[in-house]
């Protein structure tokens, strides 16, 4: 049953230390996004990929955060220098897109800590 | 003012009961999707639609294009459906997706 994966599901990093944070969408699926998830914030769209081209990424902070997808199966987030602001969930999603709008599949989440 | 908004943003029913959550929104779309968030926090995707109305299990999603408006309605509510329940709308300039701040939803045994 296709799902689209997320390494590692936890990470706990000191502050000014890379996080990278990787995603395998689905097999067949054209269009990737990262979103970020906290309390005070719900969930806000970092990037997002179609047909491996980045399409949007305004709501990455752009001097820490870089969004790449070196290959149909592999989307990468990176955080250098990492700050205890950016410790959320990282999501990851997947999805075919279609007409009207397309189905996203999330993944199961990073939780990241930085301390 | 958001460009989506859901309501309400809270609601606690007892076991067994009809639930609605309702989602209004500003921009023109292509499409509206719900999706379920797991107080473990996986994102399940519900329901996509753009008219008319969808149905699955004990859960039915219907939207009025023309009043900017859908409704996600649990019929005989479980405790199992507890969740955070999302709308997020496609823009039909850009397909960007607008999330609301989602419905948490408690259901009692």
Redesign the interface.
């Known amino acids: 049953d296709a799902r689209v994966t997320q390494t590692p599901r936890h990470k706990v990093t000191e502050m000014g230390q890379e996080v990278t944070m990787r995603c395998q969408p689905i097999l067949g699926h054209n269009t990737v996004f990262w979103y970020r998830q906290t309390m005070m914030q719900g969930l806000e769209l970092l990037a997002y990929f179609r047909n491996r081209a980045p399409l949007d990424d305004s709501g990455m902070p752009k001097d820490r955060f870089s969004a790449e997808m070196p290959d149909a199966t592999l989307a990468t987030l990176k955080i250098q220098p990492s700050e205890p602001r950016d410790s959320a969930v990282y999501f990851c999603a997947s999805g075919l897109v279609l007409l009207a709008g397309y189905e996203q599949y999330f993944g199961p989440g990073t939780r990241l800590t930085v301390t | 003012k958001n460009e989506v908004e859901q309501s309400p943003q809270n609601l606690t029913a007892q076991e067994g009961e009809f639930i609605t959550i309702n989602c209004s929104y500003s921009v023109g779309i ?2 509206l ?1 719900w ?1 379920q968030q797991h107080p473990g ?5 519900l329901f ?1 639609l ?1 008219s008319g109305k969808k149905k699955h299990g004990r859960l039915i999603a219907t939207i009025n294009i023309q009043e900017k408006h859908s409704s996600l309605h649990i019929t005989a509510s479980h405790p199992r459906d507890s969740a955070v329940y ?1 709308c997020a709308v ?1 823009m039909d300039s850009n ?3 607008i ?1 609301g ?2 419905t948490k939803l408690i259901i009692k045994p």
């Not at chain 2, 926090?41 to 995707?45: D, K, L, N, Y």
């Open positions: 292509s499409a999707h999706l926090g996986g994102i399940v995707s996509m753009s999302i496609y397909y960007q997706l999330w701040a989602g």
